[in-house]
């Protein structure tokens, strides 16, 4: 796999995603956010054309930018898999890889909110935290502290508090939803992973992709 950073906001990156097997495709097209992508490597060239479409080895993106009002704080704004690649730990790098290229950039913190326990699974394991905060539209807000001299936390590395306590807050409030007509329902494998995952720790942070 190969993690590309395409640029920050001030660049106006852009990349077409294909709508059919990338959700949030439509996101991707703004410039305002930079971007970040995994590829392959299967195909020669570039991983984004003239036009501004994606090649046809990547399987994931992100778009990120500075929050609005924290200059030290860097925010995921979306992370994409393709639909074919999921479940494969290409999220969770990626949104290492992120982090880890904030944190060369002076960055103090990465944030993303998710609004699914598959998410929240994956950001854990890319290293992030439960802050204990929810947006207006039914999202969990995680956080990763960066490292000093530019180095994110790595793996074995503590990121937040990254307890079983804080992990299990997170996805009590989606087990809630299940007994509540309250946020987003939730699918039949996302109940039997919250089934699963009922005690048990956290998972162990990822190593960032360099």
Not at 6 to 29: I, M, N, Q
Not at 131 to 156: F, N, Q, S
């Amino acid at each position: 796999m190969e993690h590309v950073l395409l640029g920050w906001p001030e660049a106006g990156p852009t990349l077409t995603l294909d709508w059919r097997t990338f959700s949030y495709a439509g996101k991707f097209v703004m410039s305002n956010t930079g971007k970040a992508l995994v590829r392959t490597g299967e195909a020669a060239g570039p991983p984004v054309t003239d036009g501004g479409e994606a090649a046809a080895d990547v399987v994931a993106a992100a778009a990120f930018n500075e929050d609005r009002t924290d200059a030290a704080t860097c925010w995921i704004r979306y992370i994409t898999v393709r639909e074919d690649r999921r479940g494969e730990g290409i999220g969770p790098d990626l949104a290492a890889f992120v982090a880890a290229r904030a944190a060369d950039r002076g960055y103090d913190r990465a944030r993303i909110a998710v609004n699914n326990p598959f998410a929240y699974q994956a950001l854990y394991r890319a290293g992030f935290a439960f802050t204990g905060e929810e947006t207006g539209v039914a999202e969990l807000v995680l956080d990763r502290p960066l490292g000093e001299g530019g180095d994110a936390a790595g793996a074995g590395q503590s990121a937040g508090d990254r307890t079983r306590e804080t992990y299990q807050t997170g996805l009590d409030v989606y087990r809630e939803r299940t007994e509540s007509d309250e946020g987003p329902d939730l699918s039949a494998d996302e109940r039997e992973f919250l089934a699963a995952k009922e005690g048990v720790d956290p998972p162990e942070p990822v190593d960032p992709p360099v």
